[in-house]
């Protein structure tokens, strides 16, 4: 058995872990039918599983009409009625709220077992959130590696670099986890432990989708964006990821497939090479992407649409190139109507994103979207509100970006440029969205809907 400290209070308390403990992860849970994943928590489980450990994710709610409270109960009575020892929650800031709510309720009703946060927002400030929760421990960053050593040693967690834990009443900030380098060596995320078969099929492909990354890390500087697998782009090999594909085909009997880079492309050839394999070993398989309309040209658009590609996502956030300027966004409105225009030359849907409340932003430079738009001809527009999210630069400084943010509870929050108020923002939201055919999009970080 295995005793380690309860670094939630200021007494020494044991855990005690039996030989066979189990691990649970907290995946985004919902209780409608989704058609994506993330893929941070059946990453970690598949390093775990690897090592021998046993563990289940939760990613459903219970199929009851019940307020948020009851649900994320229900979650945590479930979760606790299979007793593990070590309990993981992917924390993104929209899932604030739930996220240390579910701790809450665990540390109640399993009071010596490990709570343990990774994500963006734990990423982003986890000194506050182990000051305002009763999580025990924060991953920041990857957390493959890292959570294996806690697991693994959680009597020692002064070691392990890259996380942030209670011990004592003291919070303790040990030295940051270089990135993984060799993406190959990683495990195929573990599937088998999502509720795959009720999940809907996807938006995009028409059919039911499973999420796959053939990179990590984004070397662009956008001001608005929160990176937690870093700036330096790594990416594993063409075979590699394409042997994922055929493995999920195999054991999962899905075709459908949601390229979850941050921007699918950023490395060309790795790209090219993967849509090669595709079309050379003849794989049937329907998949979309979020791509960067810089990187891609007609020749890699033409290897995308014969490997199975239908639909790509473009964030073309702004037309003002100015804005984009502002916002770090290294993009010129010109590569966007490039991109656009072959792509659907070639016979691939086009889904463009637009966002409203970038440093700079006038009503000038969002009717100049809308027009853009009406141009262009996209499959589908949408504008949403710029939400400012903790670990971004817009975040921590405002005033010389040019913007002012009002912050909530809960970490919502609110944009105001220079020139337009937060309802003005909100009212060309609703105009663009009008205007194209768009989709009521999120307002104040996720949690209000601008309709």
């Known amino acids: 058995m295995r005793s380690v400290l309860n670094r939630n209070q200021n007494i020494c308390v044991s855990f005690y872990f039996s030989p066979d403990f189990m691990i649970a992860l907290i995946a985004s849970p919902a209780k409608e039918k989704r058609f994506q994943q993330g893929l941070g928590p059946f990453y970690i ?5 690897s090592e021998g450990y046993e563990v289940k994710i939760f990613d459903k709610y219970d199929d009851v009409e019940e307020s948020e409270e009851r649900l994320d109960h229900r979650l945590a009575l479930r979760i606790a009625q299979e007793e593990p020892s070590i309990v993981g929650v992917t924390l993104t800031t929209p899932f604030y709220r739930k996220g240390t709510r579910l701790a809450k309720y665990l540390r109640e009703m399993i009071p010596n077992v490990l709570l343990v946060a990774g994500g963006h927002h734990a990423t982003a400030e986890p000194v506050e959130l182990l000051k305002n ?12 590696t890292t959570m294996k050593e806690i697991v693994s040693t959680p009597e020692d967690l002064g070691r392990i670099k890259g996380i942030v834990y209670k011990e004592d ?6 030295p940051p986890r270089p990135l993984i380098q060799n993406l190959d060596n990683i495990p195929y995320p573990a599937r088998h432990l999502a509720s795959l078969n009720d999940y809907s099929s996807d938006m995009f492909t028409g059919v039911r989708s499973t999420s796959i990354l053939t990179t990590r890390g984004c070397p662009y500087e956008c001001v608005y964006c929160m990176k937690t697998l870093g700036n330096e782009l790594r990416s594993r090999s063409a075979q590699n990821v394409v042997n994922e594909i055929e493995h999920v085909i195999k054991e999962h009997d899905v075709r459908g497939f949601q390229f979850w880079d941050d921007m699918f492309g950023l490395n060309r050839d790795l790209a090219a090479q993967i849509c ?23 020749e890699l658009l033409q290897k995308m649409h014969d490997a199975g590609c239908r639909a790509i996502a473009f964030g073309v956030e702004s037309v003002d190139d100015e804005v984009l300027k502002k916002a770090k966004r290294p993009l010129f409105t010109e590569q966007s109507r490039r991109a ?8 691939i849907k086009v889904h463009t994103y637009f966002t409203v409340g970038l440093p700079g932003e006038t009503e000038q430079s969002i009717q100049k979207s809308i027009e853009f738009i009406k141009e262009t001809k996209p499959d589908r527009a949408n504008f949403s509100l710029l939400c400012p ?63």
């Open 276 to 298: 090669e394999l595709v079309t050379k070993k003849k794989i049937n398989i329907v998949w979309w992407c979020w791509a960067d309309q810089a990187s891609v040209d007609r």
């Open 45 to 49: 489980a598949a390093v775990l599983e």
């Open 133 to 144: 929760s009763q999580f025990d421990i924060v991953v920041v960053g990857e957390g493959e």
């Open 340 to 347: 656009i225009k072959i792509a659907k030359e070639i016979g």
């Open 169 to 174: 009443g003291k919070i303790h900030v040990n």
């Open 389 to 451: 999210y903790p670990g971004t630069e817009l975040w921590n400084r405002p005033a010389e970006l040019g913007v002012k943010i009002t912050r909530l509870d809960n970490w919502e929050a609110y944009i105001e440029t220079e020139v337009l108020s937060h309802e003005d923002l909100r009212n060309w939201v609703r105009k663009a969205n009008k205007e194209v055919g768009g989709e009521s999009l999120t307002s104040i970080n996720s949690n209000e809907y601008v309709s």
